[in-house]
């Protein structure tokens, strides 16, 4: 029982361009979303998050966008560059204390290619 | 500044054998955390451990996976009698304790089991 979907496991976008990357969740208690980024042989690391409470965070060349109701989020990165080429892991938790709370549950993760 | 270090960062055992793998957190985030990413899967969930109690084991997969965490600081995942299952990529990470959403994480240590 995934749920944390990431249903493109690899997008290609040219340099310069928008890449929009998707995730999808099924578990109406999460209410925090983080994206990591992780290079190969090292550990994933934070670049961006979200609560429920916000439709829209940006950071620098990073946005996430939070759709509730349609239970999606997506990061986007303008304009894309060779070296965010990685695997982005969408991630949620549930944001106050109880059981979970701590726990993050990642989806598969989408490997972007930006091409030069 | 230090990161959170793992070792070793590869195992290689053979099926049957006990592995103990290390993690040193940053220092003085009071929360650390076991995953583990198989071939083609996210990260799953093993551990949680606010100091040196871990209030949730629910994520262990089996009885041969045990973790404890010592002076608030390393923590060492063990694994009894590997098996090829178990091959894994195991990532510790770890935070501030109101900080849970942002976790730092270490390398990771590949474990192959054969």
């Known amino acids: 029982d995934q749920q944390v979907k990431q249903n493109s496991p690899s997008l290609s976008v040219q340099e310069g361009r928008i890449s929009i990357l998707n995730c999808d969740y099924t578990?109406?208690?999460?209410?925090?979303f983080l994206w990591y980024k992780k290079y190969p042989a090292e550990g994933p690391t934070f670049l961006i998050s979200?609560?429920?409470?916000?439709d829209k965070n940006e950071d620098g060349r990073f946005t996430v966008f939070l759709n509730k109701s349609a239970k999606h989020l997506s990061l986007h990165i303008v304009p894309s560059q060779p070296g965010d080429s990685a695997v982005y892991f969408c991630?949620?938790?549930?944001?106050?204390?109880?059981?979970?709370?701590?726990?993050?549950?990642f989806g598969k993760g989408t490997k972007l290619s930006v091409i030069p | 500044g230090a990161g959170v270090s793992q070792s070793p960062s590869n195992k290689v055992t053979e099926k049957g054998k006990d592995v103990e793998l290390r993690c040193d957190p940053i220092?003085?985030?009071?929360?650390l955390y076991w995953y583990r990413q198989s071939l083609g899967q996210g990260l799953e969930f093993l551990i949680y451990?606010?100091?040196?109690?871990?209030?949730?084991k629910s994520g262990l997969p089996s009885d041969r996976f045990s973790a404890e965490r010592t002076g608030g600081s390393v923590s060492t995942l063990t694994i009894q009698r590997t098996q090829q299952e178990d091959s894994a990529v195991y990532l510790c990470a770890s935070s501030l304790y109101d900080r849970v959403g942002e976790q730092y994480f270490g390398p990771g240590t590949r474990l192959t089991v054969t």
């Open positions: 220092s003085g985030h009071t929360a």
């Open positions: 979200i609560s429920s409470i916000k």
């Open positions: 578990n109406s208690m999460f209410d925090y």
């Open positions: 991630a949620a938790k549930r944001e106050y204390s109880g059981a979970g709370s701590y726990q993050l549950t």
């Open positions: 451990f606010q100091g040196n109690s871990a209030p949730d």
